[in-house]
Nanobody, 124 residues
């Protein structure tokens, strides 16, 4: 059974940094489509960063230049380094992977494996 577990969330002041981690069990991260998402209070789930099958990384505009995706294959872990945090970054952050061998990434609404999320709170 594939499971993802996020960690690293917390409360910081605006301008601070956090690094989120996403560890997989029952699965080895490969070239499947994957990403980080967040849900702000009272809002819908929003993409933060999307990693395509060819390894291309696409950041959502509000986080460009502040957030950085990385991975450590030896630790089977994905990371999201978040710098210059703003109150608008507050929310629950999720990592997700679509364990599906189609040629292209499916719509994120169809992705089949999500972590439970980790809370990030940024105060002004």
């Amino acid at each position: 059974q594939v499971q993802l577990t996020e960690s690293g969330g917390g409360s910081v002041q605006a301008g601070g940094s956090l690094r989120l981690s996403c560890v997989a069990s029952g699965y080895t991260f490969s070239n499947h489509c994957m990403g980080w998402f967040r849900r702000a209070p009272g809002k819908e789930l929003d993409r933060v960063v999307h990693i395509y099958r060819d390894g291309a990384v696409r950041y959502n505009d509000p986080v460009k230049g502040r957030f950085t995706f990385s991975r450590d294959n030896a630790k089977n872990t994905l990371y999201l380094q978040m710098n210059s945090l703003e109150p608008e970054d507050t929310g629950v952050y999720y990592c997700a992977v679509d364990v599906w061998d189609g040629r292209w990434c499916r719509s994120e609404s169809l992705w089949n494996t999500w972590g439970p999320g980790t809370q990030v709170t940024v105060s002004s």
